[in-house]
């Protein structure tokens, strides 16, 4: 087991419960997918176990790789292997997408990057992103498209190869091809590593190429139903009213 997060709660600072005795369960190499209603927890769920700050956890533990890091700050958190794209990927000046990629291998190696191996290899993940190498060059995010954002995202999950990712709403706001781009990075991830996925989403356009292992809902805080790729189906055929009653 990579992940067991065990009655987990938590809310905001201000004291607003958010999470409610939630437990999920990932094992290495699988790819579950978390969907539910508008203001259900889900990248609440995402930011608590990345160890966002703002998230205070009043109950539970996050156990991962066999190490309780429910106290952990973010950078020990990532350089265990956990990784997070985010819905709302932010703008960085001064520091461009190439500096930002190959500071953060660094930090989790500890060790100096060979600068001709390393633009190799960042020519060739941005190849199957179909992003123009000039991005490198630019500060992170700054006046990047919606979808060159979300590229981004991607390309540091397939330089940093981390064993555990998070993917939060990475499919929002992007138009067919952008979708499919970003899905053909995330089987190529998948491809690479015996990474696990999760993947927080409204639609299904994103992992309709992908193996998914479990779906599941979450209603309220919590986890109401489990299931396979059968699931995802049944949300779209029935909505998530249908499973407000499980929770």
């Known amino acids: 087991m990579l992940l067991d997060i065990q009655n987990l709660s938590a809310g905001l600072e201000d004291g607003k419960q958010i999470l409610n005795s939630l437990n999920l369960q990932i094992n290495e190499g699988e790819t579950h997918v978390l969907m539910g209603p508008n203001g259900a927890g889900k990248s609440s769920l995402g930011n608590t176990i990345m160890g966002n700050p703002v998230y205070k956890i009043t109950g539970g533990k996050i156990i991962f790789k066999n190490q309780d890091i429910t106290e952990e700050s973010p950078d020990k958190r990532a350089k265990l292997g956990i990784f997070m ?27 100096r990057v060979k600068l001709f191996q390393f633009q190799k290899e960042l020519q060739a993940a941005m190849d199957i992103l179909g992003m123009d190498y000039s ?17 981004a995202e991607i390309l540091q999950l397939l ?41 927080i989403t409204h639609s299904t356009r994103i992992i309709e190429n992908l193996n998914v292992d479990y779906a599941h809902v979450l209603v309220k805080g ?16 029935g909505g998530f009213e249908q499973f407000e009653s499980l929770n």
């Open 85 to 111: 794209s985010f819905q709302n990927p932010v703008e960085v000046p001064g520091i461009p997408l190439e500096g930002f990629i190959r500071s953060a291998i660094q930090e989790l190696t500890g060790e």
């Open 135 to 151: 991005y490198a060059k630019r500060d992170l995010n700054v006046g990047f498209s919606g979808g060159e954002r979300k590229k």
């Open 159 to 199: 330089m940093l190869k981390p064993s555990f990712a998070i993917l939060d709403e990475t499919d929002s706001g992007l138009d067919v091809d952008a979708t499919r781009i970003v899905s053909t990075g995330i089987e190529e991830y998948k491809k690479r590593t015996n990474g696990s996925l999760l993947i």
């Open 222 to 237: 919590k986890i109401a139903k489990t299931g396979d790729q059968s699931l995802i189906k049944a949300i779209n055929e």
